[in-house]
């Protein structure tokens, strides 16, 4: 089994590495005073040091389970299944549906393809547009599989989001087959515009809606979750139960203590999509002005920048580009089959401005020499 591309160029770069590779929040903006604060008032108490229960601890479900509510998403905290990341909600649901196929984009998130291939799920796949999947293609390979995974906010690679009418239409034909979505939505509150309506919502029994706070909040938490009809995450309990009896309690009574303050967290989530606004803004202009033969399509929120060099193999730029210690992730890592290998997908998040211009530029002087 081959090893996620991403996390070995993560363990391959120094210091002195300028990275575009990775979806690294940026660490400045963690709220690490306030969290601080939190893990004080639970430290002390010591039932946190405690065995906790498989689905999470309550109290955290039911803010969770109210954030949807407030979508206009009705949800309780028996619809929820906390998990040490999204990733792990990821394998959860990829040995519940272990050996059979499944229908994804093209590209779509390689933390997933692998996943997915571990669990022995046949992929199949549906080209991306602007607004979202392709539609004939998706309905064709869907009333057959009757399972998908999607990414409709800010998709990873390829930031494309839903249009309203795409939401509407795939959950009318997931309705239609009565089959199954599981919508990944870790970028969902990283919107610079608007927040959009999730396909789950539309389809509460027929869908896993997967959220984390590891691009939200901070990583190192390693608290995400799945929201699902009772039913289903009373089965997942059982996969759940066998991996790790329950995620991190330190973690999730920190979460916990930290979000009983709606006002802190909101104003934090205001700060981060005003910080990455401005920071893509910043991103896309370097490129206008040094890689204009970069195309694109400017993001509407989300972490990364996608689009391709027409004529450049970007595996053969990257092997260049590290040598002058920048990196990047080729587009042909995210693709099943036909893939291009042209595209790249950069992270605009985490590094500085400075270090923007300046690797803006080496890839720049790499491509002329």
Not at 312 to 331: H, I, N, Q, R, W
Request: net charge positive; hydrophobic share 35%; glycine share 4%.
């Amino acid at each position: 089994m081959k090893r996620s591309f991403i996390r070995e160029i993560l363990e391959s770069i120094d210091d002195e590495t300028i990275s575009f590779a990775g979806g690294l929040p940026n660490s400045l903006l963690f709220p690490v005073d306030d969290l601080k604060l939190s893990a004080n008032n639970i430290l002390k108490k010591r039932d946190v040091w405690q065995y906790s229960i498989s689905n999470g601890i309550k109290s955290l479900r039911k803010k969770i389970a109210k954030q949807y509510c407030k979508d206009g998403f009705e949800t309780t905290p028996e619809n929820i299944l906390i998990t040490t990341g999204s990733q792990q909600a990821l394998y959860i649901l990829a040995r519940y549906f272990k050996n059979k196929s499944i229908v994804l984009e093209a590209p779509s998130y390689l933390g997933a393809i692998n996943t997915f291939k571990l669990n022995d799920l046949k992929m199949k796949t549906a080209p991306l547009e602007n607004d979202g999947i392709e539609l004939k293609s998706f309905e064709k390979a869907f009333e057959k599989e009757k399972l998908t995974y999607l990414i409709p906010d800010f998709q990873n690679p390829s930031t494309r989001t839903y249009s309203k009418t795409k939401r509407k239409e795939v959950a009318k034909i997931v309705k239609k087959y009565d089959g199954i979505i599981i919508e990944d939505s870790p970028y969902t509150e990283l919107y610079f515009e608007e927040k959009n309506k999730s396909i789950s919502s539309l389809v509460p029994n027929n869908s896993f809606h997967l959220g984390s706070f590891s691009k939200t909040l901070c990583p190192s938490l390693r608290i995400g979750w799945i929201r699902a009809n009772e039913e289903f995450i009373h089965d997942l309990l059982v996969i759940k139960e066998s991996i790790d009896l329950h995620s991190c309690g330190l973690s999730q009574h920190l979460l916990n203590e930290y979000l009983k303050d709606e006002k802190k967290y909101k104003t934090h989530l205001d700060i981060l999509r005003k910080f990455y606004k401005e920071k893509v803004e910043f991103f896309c202009k370097q490129l206008d002005t040094y890689l204009p033969e970069f195309t694109y399509v400017k993001p509407k929120g989300g972490m990364f920048v996608y689009g391709e060099f027409k004529g450049v193999d970007s595996f053969e730029l990257l092997a260049k580009c590290m040598e002058k210690k920048v990196v990047f992730v080729p587009g042909c890592e995210f693709y099943i089959k036909d893939k291009n290998p042209h595209e790249i997908r950069f992270n605009f998040t985490n590094s500085s401005l400075e270090d923007i211009i300046k690797g803006i530029k080496i890839i720049a002087e790499v491509l002329k020499s």
